[in-house]
């Protein structure tokens, strides 16, 4: 197989491909079909500020709603003493959309023409309401977090990073909570990841190793 690059082409008996928010792009250049679509979602978080971090000592997790794929507020204590607040699940109008500012014309025209970002809108728009909510007020934001640390007041977090979450939605507006690989001969593509994929990387090698000695053998 044959692949261009900006520094000119190279040829690879096999190919894996795992791009992130630009993995269903780079799929169907590859010869995939278009479904599922990566819509992307900011995840914002609070950070407790120094004097209030000694109240969480460790992580805590919600139980997740089996209906989205996203965890949830929840706490996250760091190596270096920080603790991190969120996140929440913003429809994000950029792939690379940390910032709110962040607007790209390209990617709102991919969501708009695809008809799974629709149905999903018309079945999760309460869901979206609230969680624009958390992101547009400080005082929401705190309410979720105190459902786990009452004592938390609006003055004890202060603004964290961001994050944009690749989540892979079907043509019906599911949202893909798995994995989502397109074995295509001597082409894997790997166009949903979502947590726990950093755990879960030997899991995802062994299969591509797996399928490589296969699409081998049958050669």
């Known amino acids: 197989m044959v692949v261009e690059h900006v520094d ?10 795992c791009a992130g928010l630009q993995s269903d792009r780079v799929a169907v250049l590859a010869g995939d079909e278009r479904d599922p679509q990566i819509i992307p979602f ?14 969480v000592r460790g992580l805590i997790y919600p139980v997740p709603d089996s209906r989205y794929p996203f965890l949830g ?5 760091r190596i270096d003493g920080n603790v991190d607040i969120g996140p929440n699940a913003i429809l994000a109008f950029a792939r690379e959309g940390y910032r709110r500012r962040n607007v790209s014309a390209r990617d709102i025209a991919s969501m708009l023409s695809w008809p799974g970002c629709w149905r999903m809108a018309g079945k999760h728009w309460q869901a ?11 005082k929401v934001f705190l309410r979720q977090a105190q459902r786990y640390v009452p004592k938390l007041g609006v003055h004890d977090l202060e603004p964290g990073p961001s994050g944009v979450r690749a989540q892979a939605v079907d043509r019906r507006g599911r949202f893909l909570d798995d994995f989502c690989i397109s074995d295509l001969g001597n082409l894997i593509a790997l166009r949903n990841a979502p947590s726990p994929a950093a755990t879960s990387a030997l899991a995802i090698a062994q299969y591509v190793c797996r399928n490589i000695s296969l699409s081998n053998r049958t050669k």
């Open 8 to 17: 000119g082409a190279d040829l690879f008996g096999f190919v894996f491909i």
């Open 42 to 55: 900011r995840g914002e978080y609070y950070r407790l500020t120094p004097a209030k971090s000694a109240l």
């Open 73 to 77: 507020v929840h706490f996250t204590r």
């Open 128 to 138: 979206g309401v609230h969680e624009m909510a958390t992101s547009l007020s400080r």
